[in-house]
């Protein structure tokens, strides 16, 4: 937008936008005002919209704008107009009453706080207000509106405010809040009827205990305290008020965490904490769930606050057990939703108690955790009146899977074998009237803690097999189901204890035959086949058996693959000539239909059959059949994947266009070139040939990863590397016309991630060949400008990549065979002596501005990694770096004083290991953000 546009104009666009009759033209005027609102004309339209307040849609645009450019914009301001900014926002608001519509009311406060963070000039902004609006009753609900939402846009990520302008706001609001409590305790008694307001007086004490800005002796002695629990406690109280209240509460246990800082008030919190139980308890009678699930929040929120003090001062003073009593309690309703807020806490507790090794303080806790198996074990069963299978992907079935994860975390507590023992008695105790879902929660609980039974156990396990393999024909599905599950996850048991092995498969051969068991039943199989492999040779006839048949069975994809995984890991245990025998059979099963369907296509018949079924079972086959060959030995797989070859060759050309179906061929040319290894050289050329030739058209960036995956096998191979760094200078071309478009880095990830993972291979298995090749400075270039990538997978091949080109300019010489390394170490040195103050540069950039706290780690290494191949040159480029930084964000306020730099700068140079540069790069980012 060149010019800015009458306000006529942009009202007939708001006009258009909500009330023309084609979607069209709706479209057309979104666009338009999109592009406004990004412009620099959009804040003196906003303004002027706002004055003239014409009617109600043209106001909230007008608002929304004035609020989003505050927030993502501020710096098209100059200095100079901030006041007059601050001066009109303070005018707008001055003009809300209690007919003005919430929704701009909001856009309004979120733009004043925003541009009080942002503009440093304006010291004690929250003093200022309160003065400016306390006094008229008209305006107070704004105050209160603006007090809340200025806390709550303190670590606002898009403000980027810095550490150093966060610590004075939350310095000046400290000294702002016994006003702010002055206010909101007048406020909750002027407007004691009012429940909207005094709803918005617990939200706007949340917010600041949220910052810590509220003084702890100042809140004991005020009535805020107490109003929040004399809330909560009311039998009348709305649903709304009573979360605004919980919040208020959560957020003040919050601030507790270090109960040693906040003695006085984690006393006066938990001695109000425990008033509440009397009303926990009507919310359960009342079935007021609502209410229910706002009290355990807050029993929970108090129970992590003070888990530190349970530990080190057991059932004394903040580490009172009535804390773990009404959790249990919790625990115990009969709604599942409300055990699951207490999740967490379980988890934290087990893990200190994990960690502190101590079998007295674990006795401690042992009965809680009891307690907490058992109510869990019947909130995971299921309605009896449900007559099919457990539902695994609805919410109760996420509930089931959580319980299970959680079960796993906190049963050394009480002992796995005693835990299986328990449900089992359960089991056994169970009259003919009991219902089946009793039975089958029981079994669910025993699944979880399966794995950590002990070999030796020679009592229940036996017992329970026997069970399960007698279960009766008029047995719930559900309960046939659970039990086939926990004979997979009994598997390491049933390894130590081959007797139960041949029943155990007939139990299985059987329930694949039912419909509804087979999947549960081909996993159980595979569970069996992992842990079982030397002792399932001799049943490898009947598992070819059962993948001959495999698609007669009522099974999913994944347990299809699965099965063929299992099987060919026993595959792999067999005799040299058989393994190829083996193979080949299972490889026809699957390269049969793969045909039928490359050959309808190529007819044109107009089939839709998928191929991607073959490809994965094909992939699952080679992936997991890794026998042992001893060197000069053929091997076993040559001969098959050989004859495949042709095929996958096929079907890669066929559907190059569609990168789904290019994807799983990939990957299956990549486990069948892992199986082999380097006896399958004989297809580097055509292969690399035909993924040259469909790069060239189609983009894929898997073909740069099946790529890696050559270098990786065939790199170290002198008469392979020239045909290899061939393929990089192919590849090159068009992944850097891909990178090279406007955010073609963002765009493209995966093409970064694969691209500089092949980099990477060859700097690993050849580097002196990539390094003094002609593309080593175009791709280390590449990585200069990749390092701000925020992409996780992306963006950690990128650095990973320069951490190893950095690290073969340092290797030393060691002997006459590694003449080559010292070629490396000068072409490195060479390399960064022309690119290193871009790098540092990059990185700097990087850290501070773009990248996530966890990931700069990664960024830390390769600075480290500088420094230990030139440490002088690195301090001068990082002095550089620094001095490139602005010292002032666009509000004035100042992001690293001069002390702040210098000692970034010692703290890097001077680092021993990358674990400093890590540290010291992670808090210097937080003065940018």
Known sequence: MDSAPSIETVLQAIHALYHHPDPAGKEKASV????????????????????????????????????????????????????????????????????????????LCLALADLALQMATWKNAARDLIDRFSGNVDHVHCLVEILTVMPEEVNSRSLRLGANRRSEIIDELTETAPMVLQLLAVCRENFSQEEKMQTKIFRCLASWFNVAAVPQDLIVQSPMLTAPFQALVLLGCSSTLH???????????????????????????????????????????????????????????????????????????LGDFRTLEILCTCVGHHQYEIAEITFNFWYRLSEMLYQRNDEIMNRMFSPYIQRLIIALCRHCQLDPDHDSLPDENDDFGDFRARVSELIKDVVFLVGSANCFAQMFDSLKNQSSETSWDVSEAALFVMCAVAKFILPDENEIVPQVLQAILHLPESAHIAVKYTSVQLIGELSEWIEQHPDVLEPVLQF???????????????????????????????HFAG??????????????????????????????????????????????????????????????????????????????????????????????????????????????????????????????????????????????????????????????????????????????????????????????????????????????????????????????????????????????????????????????????????????????????????????????????????????????????????????????????????????????WLEHALKSLPTESSGGAVTATQKQLVDFHKEVTSAEGFKQVSHALRDFSRLYR
């Open 243 to 317: 979360e605004a209240a919980t919040d208020c509460v959560c957020a003040a246990l919050y601030c507790t965490e270090d109960s040693k800082e906040m003695k006085v008030l984690s006393e006066a919190l938990f001695q109000a904490v425990m008033t509440l139980t009397d009303a926990y308890h009507m919310s359960v009678a009342q079935e007021d769930l609502d209410k229910s699930i706002n009290f355990c929040r807050i029993f929970t929120e108090m129970a992590e606050s003070f888990l530190e003090a349970m530990l080190k001062t057991p059932n004394q003073g």
């Open 508 to 538: 299985l051969m059987v329930c694949l035959h039912v419909p509804s068991l087979a999947s549960v039943s081909a996993s159980a199989l595979l569970y069996i086949c992992e842990q079982c492999k030397q002792r399932m040779t001799d």
């Open 32 to 107: 338009w005002l999109g592009e406004l609102q990004k412009s620099v004309f959009a804040w003196q339209i906003a303004d002027h919209l706002l004055q003239q307040n014409r009617d109600l849609e043209s106001c909230y645009i007008a608002a929304q704008t004035m609020r989003t450019k505050i927030q993502y914009a501020f710096h098209e301001l100059p200095p100079a107009t901030h006041q007059s900014l601050r001066n009109s926002l303070l005018d707008h608001i001055s003009k809300t009453n209690a007919g003005t519509n919430q929704v701009i009311v909001t856009q």
């Open 543 to 876: 598992l070819m058996q059962i993948i001959q048949a495999i698609d007669s069975f009522n099974l999913d994809n994944d347990a299809a693959v699965g099965l063929l995984k299992g099987v060919s890991l026993i595959l792999a245990k067999l005799p040299h000539e058989k393994i190829t025998e083996g193979l080949k059979e299972m490889c026809i099963l699957q390269i049969t239909p793969l045909q039928k369907i490359l050959d309808d296509s190529a007819k044109d018949t107009g089939s839709k059959a998928d191929p991607t079924v073959w490809l994965d079972r094909l992939a699952a086959i080679f992936r997991h059949t890794n026998p042992t060959v001893i060197n000069g030995q053929l091997h076993p797989c040559q001969p098959v994947v050989q004859e495949v070859w042709p095929v996958l060759s096929r079907a890669c050309h066929h559907y190059q266009a569609d990168v789904k179906i290019v994807e799983r061929c990939c990957r299956c040319i990549r486990f069948a070139i892992r199986c082999v290894g380097k006896g399958s050289a004989a297809l580097l050329t055509p292969l690399v040939t035909q993924m040259v030739e469909m790069y060239s058209l189609h983009q894929h960036s898997c073909f740069l990863y099946l790529g890696s995956i050559l270098v990786d096998e065939y790199g170290e191979e002198e008469g392979c590397q020239q045909g290899l760094l061939d393929m990089v200078k192919a590849f090159m071309g068009p992944a850097f016309k891909q990178l090279e478009e406007p955010n073609g880095f963002r765009n493209h990830p995966d093409t970064v991630d694969d691209w500089f993972r092949l980099c990477l291979r060859f700097i690993q298995r050849a580097p002196q060949v990539i390094l003094q090749s002609p593309v080593a400075k175009p791709v280390l270039m590449c990585g200069v400008a990749a390092c701000p990538l925020d992409h996780k997978e992306a963006n950690a091949s990128v650095m990973k990549f320069l951490t190893e080109l950095i690290r073969a300019g340092r290797e030393k010489e060691k002997s006459s065979e590694d003449a080559g390394l010292e070629v490396c170490r000068s072409t490195v040195q060479g390399l960064i002596k022309d690119t290193g103050e871009a790098l540092v540069q990059s990185l700097l950039s990087a850290a501070v501005f773009f990248l996530p706290s966890y990931m700069i780690v990664d960024a830390a290494e390769v600075l480290y990694e500088l420094m230990q191949l030139d440490r002088p040159a690195v301090c001068k």
